[in-house]
């Protein structure tokens, strides 16, 4: 069976530049400015509307009480997790093509789509403190990275994501109660444990000398349609939205390595010692359990095919590259 993964080359395809994958690799994350048109943004805001006025009902939400105030709608949720599985147009975005012909690039060729989050973030709400996704989503290999989506204009005053540079490059600091977290357990001299992950609270959540180690966060300001991609080690948060009338929507999703090992299902039992049949792969193939789209979106895979392997080179022994097969191995040398 041979596995020759190729970019499918379809109208609107996304193509990543060498320095935007370098720029990734070196800083932990990678902005992409207007990767949504406006249409689709008025997609994903029309499915915050109609959540928010109970338009669009939900498993486990309460219908919206007759009459109910703004005030009242605001205080039911500020975000919902795994939306993907009970709408199809949070499928459409998890899976959105533009999104994963990214994701094709920075930890492809096969991608595996783990989590949806709508965030509504209505003045005076939101936020959360220092935290890596990765202490949350666990991947094997490590994989893991995130996609925040800006559906409204995304600035310091309404709450947008800070970053702390340098920290893409950190191990994932393991919580008191699971030194074996994501690391071998021994593997480091001196990981320590740390405490109150995501609190808001900088003097209790220990992460926060962390994400100052390498420099001064910094914000990360949206517009409408502007993607985030970030690895699972990044040090980031957020703060409440401290305007008086603007809110701050974000779409955001997880991703890894279609061939990663993920023994994850947002705290929902499965069965079996990894959730991968849960998860639904958006590009190439992989050896692990997979799912379909539930709602039929698009994806595009690339099973392998019968037939001879494609050559591999190495190093012939005066530096010419080779094709493998030419290459003598040790049990093949005659004396």
Do not use: K
């Given at each position: 069976m041979s596995h020759l993964p190729r970019a499918a080359d379809r109208p609107g395809r996304f193509k990543v530049a060498v320095d935007q994958y370098v720029a990734y690799q070196r800083d932990g994350f990678l902005v992409v400015p207007s990767l949504l048109s406006g249409e689709d943004v008025e997609v994903l805001l029309g499915l915050a509307e109609d959540i928010l006025w109970g338009r669009e009902p939900l498993p486990g939400l309460e219908p919206v009480p007759e009459g109910a105030s703004l005030d009242l709608l605001y205080s039911r949720f500020t975000r919902i997790h795994m939306l993907h599985r009970a709408s199809p147009r949070a499928e459409w975005g998890l899976l959105h093509p533009r999104v994963l012909d990214v994701?094709?690039?920075?930890?492809?060729?096969?991608?595996?789509?783990?989590?949806?989050?709508?965030?509504?973030?209505?003045?005076?709400?939101?936020?959360?403190?220092?935290?890596?996704?990765?202490?949350?989503?666990?991947?094997?290999?490590?994989?893991?990275?995130?996609?925040?989506?800006?559906?409204?204009?995304?600035?310091?005053?309404?709450?947008?994501?800070?970053?702390?540079?340098?920290?893409?490059?950190?191990?994932?600091?393991?919580?008191?109660?699971?030194?074996?977290?994501?690391?071998?357990?021994?593997?480091?001299q001196d990981l320590r444990e740390i405490e109150n992950a995501s609190h808001l609270d900088e003097r209790v959540n220990t992460l926060s000398p962390v994400a100052r180690k390498h420099g001064e966060p910094f914000p990360i300001e949206l517009n409408p349609g502007d993607a985030l991609f970030f690895n699972g080690h990044l040090l980031h948060r957020s703060h409440p939205n401290r305007t008086k009338d603007r809110m701050r929507r974000a779409f955001v999703c997880h991703y890894c390595n279609g061939r990663s090992w993920v023994p994850w299902n947002h705290g929902a039992p499965f069965e079996g010692d990894c959730a991968n049949g849960l998860h639904i792969l958006g590009r190439g193939w992989s050896h692990l359990p997979f799912a379909a789209p539930k709602f039929d979106s698009p994806v595009w895979l690339s099973p392998p095919k019968e037939g001879s392997r494609p050559d591999r080179l190495m190093g012939g022994n005066e530096g010419s590259m080779e094709p493998e097969s030419g290459i003598a191995l040790i049990g093949d040398l005659k004396t």
């Open positions: 994701l094709e690039a920075l930890i492809g060729p096969d991608v595996l789509a783990l989590q949806s989050m709508l965030f509504l973030n209505p003045p005076g709400r939101g936020g959360q403190g220092w935290h890596q996704d990765a202490y949350y989503i666990t991947t094997f290999p490590d994989t893991l990275i995130g996609v925040w989506i800006a559906l409204d204009r995304a600035d310091v005053e309404n709450g947008c994501l800070w970053v702390a540079p340098g920290t893409g490059h950190e191990p994932i600091y393991p919580p008191t109660r699971a030194p074996a977290h994501v690391h071998a357990a021994g593997a480091f």
